[in-house]
């Protein structure tokens, strides 16, 4: 521990997390809500500060699921609440300001993409795209936020065993799929073993 | 007996890793006797790697200055601020996790009943949601329980905000109250919920709710059944970097499967020289696979051929004479292109724009200095070759403290044609130039103008006190349509004039993938355009976006012409270091025309080589001729040149007290100063050689024709580091001189800045396949690198070592 000054002590803990995580956060949060930046923002933000309020103790040694946990329940409730208002605004004309890959289900694809660039993005993560959407989650916060599955578990709110099937099962699609496997079934087999 | 399947998950959590000790050893020994599963496992880990590699390759956004600003602000409050409402039960225990058996099972029961309900829709399980989620951040009382203890101090912006955060969570529960108790299943509706512990059930439900449809529910449920027939949950052990698991086989395995659907090892062949025919693994694709990538992109890319400098003896070619670059985007299309699992196309590897995309901490000039930038001069060992010596000349600008930036006035001339509707090209500009506008102030002004089918003025010259406007002009461009860079260019700089700030910044930022329909504009009228446009005091910055099909030449040409930079944005962080980080130095030129010229001692180089800058290269008349072009240098850069040397027989060290290599030198305080006027014809005044003849080049310092001086063989000097610049808005260029004394350092003696710019000079010979690598393999430059890593605060020496593991990986998998 830092003995100089608690203040400091914290603020250089604050500083460092949000160093840290700051990119990490919004990459995954943007994509839970559909691409929408600034509401992104607005949410790793507030993590931020909910941290600040935090005893430091709550959460050491599992400060990164406890970040991407508050940036998770607070993107779903935007989502539930936005679903809820039904606002009767009509959709901005055009959300691709939005950063990253439009969003992560392909509706949200620009019309065209696929057709028109070979360089768009690597044929896997345009087949992560196509994995429902707890599968898609779950592998982001494994291979995007280097988490192990007890943390995920505890981001997501579900059971270690569960996480492991998801990503087992989110794996072996894309496997099959990268191998051009045309299997319409989803259990997992192995191509020509 | 073992009846083990591929459908388990066990095969996954011990391919990343994620087994505990007692899960690991009894599982390897389950696949024992299993080649099927081994197998599995290993392909389980190739693409695992191969996520990995795509997943961190995505750009990650950032917060708005101001948003981390209020952050920081508030970063040393106690944790004594309470959020209304909150409250701390953060985290259970961690043996929470583990209820063995429970909850999958309660799982499934729980969704195999939960599905008839999930079916009416999610926004009103999604609400129910609200009420059992058992979570800290779950939307708070009503605050009528008015206990509100926020602190009494709260900065304005940040109250603010967290009123709005409270608003939203009364509104919610509003909502939440309104639903109808008949609208939520009943608890009672769980009748084997005695056994189960409340949270899990609740969790249980949480997820059944979650989930968007009947199908992907149905197919969660088989997982789930799956899983419990296996009726194996046991802890899983937490893992720190699973990915550093996979072997290198298996990541050369990654690639190589993409194309050839098998896990045969990967072959390495170092030849690829054929833009045609693309390398990979040392295999040219076959025309069957070439489904299997994402294209052939090297033949889109455009880059101009690189013919390396060679040894030339200073008996011959006393003179090296090349312009400064400060361009780095060699380094992003490098990075982009490994990124992708592809060998960088030698051409697009461009030594000094690799060296240059670092900073080095050369030591600034003070503010009373006579030039606005200052040399560094370091002599060491040549670590690929060391018997040679190796020169590192480091120019660094002044720097402008951010407050005192002159204002600002900027032209964002972006390409909207279709081509640049994908992810990593608009989108990415529009990001990086609203982080730009969060970082201007309010005097600075900026406009937009876009070109595609037509071009257009999307916004007039707007002061950034008007911030809104501006990002929300960003915001709204879409692309579509063809290109014709031409008139867009003609708009921009004459938006640019009709704002132009005297003692200013006057700039045009150009963005786009490159595609300039050259049908409308040939590549010529528009370097003519721009060299014209050049002359009004506006310069030019090019920014390219975006994968393939970047006129990475003309790109550059542009930049050159229009007395600015060259930079590749690949990544979000990427344009954030090129127009954040490096602001103040993109912008502000501080010396323009920037030219170097070497003199080489011949009594002790016996030949030199100047490492990059190929496309730089002067003649040695051009360096005392004004009205040859040459490099802009921005506040607060730096610029590195490395020469190779080849020492005579004997070298004659410098005796103690001349020139230290390490020391800056002062250039202007103990070395002569002169202008020359005009082309050529300089009259030459120079202090400690009054003799000076006139002539278009400077007189040699260490040889008659064919005769040493005195100084050749007495001063034990190396090389003299003749510099000419101009005043950002000045016509007639000023000469700074000192020469140079090797002091015999050795390697290990030398400098971090040393030898990371070293490193990072092998790094690219190795990927051209240079003719002068000599003994540079990846595993030597990830050495020198780390011993130059320094503290490198942002992570860019760090990325580098990893970016060199990566070439190995694709250029030489055998050699990890």
């Known amino acids: 521990m830092d003995s100089s000054s608690p203040a400091t002590a914290q603020k250089q803990w604050v500083c460092d997390a949000l160093e840290r995580y700051e990119g990490p956060l919004l990459r995954y949060t943007v994509r839970l809500l559909n691409g929408d930046l600034e509401a992104a923002r607005d949410v790793v933000q507030d993590a931020f500060v909910r941290l600040i309020q935090q005893e430091r103790s709550s959460v050491q040694g599992h400060l990164a699921p406890w970040l991407y946990r508050v940036c998770r329940n607070r993107a779903l409730d935007r989502i539930r609440k936005e679903q809820r208002m039904q606002t009767s605004l009509p959709d901005a004309p055009d959300r691709n300001g939005r950063l990253g890959h439009a969003s992560d289900d392909g509706a949200r694809e620009e019309p065209g993409e696929q057709a028109q660039q070979p360089e768009a993005r690597s044929r896997l993560l345009v087949m992560v795209a196509d994995l429902p959407e707890r599968q898609r989650e779950v592998l982001r916060l494994k291979f995007q936020g280097d988490l192990s599955y007890r943390e995920i578990a505890e981001i997501m709110d579900l059971t270690v065993s ?27 087999s192995i191509p020509n073993a | 007996m073992n009846d083990m399947t591929n459908n388990d998950p066990r095969l996954t959590a011990y391919a990343l890793g994620e087994l505990d000790d007692a899960e690991r050893a009894e599982f390897e020994s389950l696949l024992a006797d299993r080649q099927d599963l081994r197998a599995e496992v290993d392909a389980i880990r190739s693409l695992a790697g191969e996520l990995h590699e795509e997943l961190m390759s995505e750009p990650a956004p950032a917060l708005s200055g101001k948003q981390r600003d209020a952050i920081r602000a508030r970063a040393q409050d106690a944790p004594s601020l309470r959020l209304v409402g909150e409250d701390d039960r953060t985290f259970r225990p961690a043996a929470w996790w583990w209820r063995a058996g429970v909850s ?200 101009n051929p690189i013919v390396e400098n060679t040894f030339l003896a200073p008996i011959d070619a006393p003179l090296s004479t090349f312009s400064i670059d400060v361009d780095t985007a060699s380094y992003s299309m490098v990075r982009r292109q490994l990124r992708e699992g592809r060998r960088p196309s030698p051409d697009s590897v461009r030594l000094e724009e690799l060296i240059n995309y670092f900073d080095y901490d050369y030591e600034a000039p003070s503010p009373g200095d006579d030039h606005p930038f200052r040399a560094n001069v370091e002599v060491a060992a040549c670590p690929w070759q060391p018997e040679h010596r190796l020169v590192r000349i480091g120019i660094k600008g002044m720097e402008i403290p951010r407050d005192d930036r002159p204002a600002t006035n900027l032209v964002f001339l972006l390409d909207v044609s279709g081509s640049m509707n994908e992810p990593s090209k608009l989108p990415l500009v529009k990001q990086g130039l609203m982080r730009l506008v969060d970082n201007l102030t309010v005097d600075d002004r900026v406009a937009i103008v876009v070109y595609a089918g037509a071009s257009g003025l999307v916004l007039d010259s707007t002061f950034v006190s008007e911030r809104d406007t501006i990002l929300g002009a960003l915001d709204r461009l879409s692309a579509g349509g063809s290109t014709n860079g031409g008139a867009g260019i003609e708009l921009a700089y004459q938006v640019a004039q009709e704002h132009f700030i005297k003692d200013g910044v006057n700039r045009v930022i150009l963005a786009t993938d490159g595609d300039f329909n050259v049908g409308v504009t040939s590549q010529g009228d528009l370097i003519r355009l721009i060299e014209d446009k050049a002359k009004s005091g506006v310069f030019l910055t ?51 025309d920037v030219k170097i010229q070497v003199e080489f001692n011949p009594a002790v180089v016996k030949s030199y080589r100047l490492l990059g800058y190929e496309n730089r290269a002067l003649a040695a008349q051009d360096f005392n001729d004004d009205t040859k072009d040459a490099g802009e240098i921005g506040a607060g850069h730096s610029v590195t040149a490395l020469y190779e040397i080849e020492p005579a027989a004997t070298l004659a060290l410098a005796e103690p007290g001349l020139a230290a290599p390490a020391e800056p030198s002062r250039g202007g305080a103990d070395h002569a100063l002169e202008s020359a006027e005009g082309a050529g014809a300089a009259a030459q005044q120079e202090a400690e050689q009054p003799d000076h003849a006139e002539s278009t080049i400077d007189p040699l310092r260490y040889q008659a024709p064919a005769v040493l001086t005195d100084l050749a063989t007495s001063s034990g000097e190396l090389l003299t580091v003749k510099l000419r610049y101009k005043q950002p808005d000045g016509d007639t260029s000023t000469l700074v001189e000192f020469p140079v004394a090797d002091q015999g350092k050795s390697w290990d003696a030398a400098s971090g800045d040393f030898k990371f710019a070293a490193a990072v000079a092998a790094y690219g010979m190795i990927l051209r396949d240079s003719a002068y690598k000599g003994s540079a393999t990846f595993n030597a430059v990830m050495d020198w690198a780390r011993a130059g890593e320094g503290a490198d605060k942002q992570g860019y020496r760090q990325q580098f070592v990893q970016l060199v593991d990566r070439a190995q990986q694709i250029m030489d998998p055998k050699s990890e």
């Open chain 2, 104 to 303: 999958g099972a309660a799982a499934v029961l729980l969704l195999g009943v939960a599905l008839p309900m999930m079916m009416r829709g999610r926004g009103r399980s999604g609400e129910l949601a609200i009420e059992s989620r058992d979570n800290a951040l779950a939307p708070t009382e009503p605050t009528s329980a008015a206990g509100d203890s926020r602190g009494p101090d709260l900065s304005n912006e940040l109250g603010t905000q967290l009123e709005a955060a409270r608003r939203e969570s009364e509104e919610l529960h509003a909502i939440v109250d309104e639903v109808k108790p008949t609208d939520a299943p009943a608890e009672t509706a769980f009748p084997w919920q005695a056994g189960a512990p409340d949270s899990e059930l609740k969790k249980a439900k949480d997820d059944a709710l979650y989930i968007a449809g009947y199908v992907e529910a149905r197919e969660e449920l088989e997982d789930l059944q799956r899983w419990s027939d296996l009726n194996r949950d046991q802890p899983l052990r937490p893992s720190t970097n699973s990915i550093s698991l996979l072997d290198s086989t298996s990541r050369a395995q990654v690639r190589q499967r993409r194309l050839t659907q098998n896990l045969a090892p990967a072959r390495f062949a170092g030849e690829d020289d054929d833009e045609s025919q693309q390398l990979y693994y040392g295999r040219t694709v076959q025309e069957g696979e070439r489904d299997f990538f994402d294209g052939d992109l090297a033949s889109r890319d455009r880059f």
């Open chain 1, 162 to 188: 569960h996480v492991g099937v998801l990503i087992h099962t989110g794996i072996q699609t894309l496997r099959q799929r990268m191998t051009g496997s045309t299997d319409p079934k989803r259990s997992a």
């Open chain 2, 542 to 592: 090019t920014l390219g976006f975006g994968m393939g099909n970047l006129n990475d030449a003309m790109l550059e040409q542009l930049a050159d012409k229009g007395n600015g930079m060259c930079a590749y944005i690949d990544t979000i962080e990427e344009a954030q270091k090129v127009l954040i980080d490096q602001m103040s130095g993109s912008l502000v030129t501080i010396a323009k």
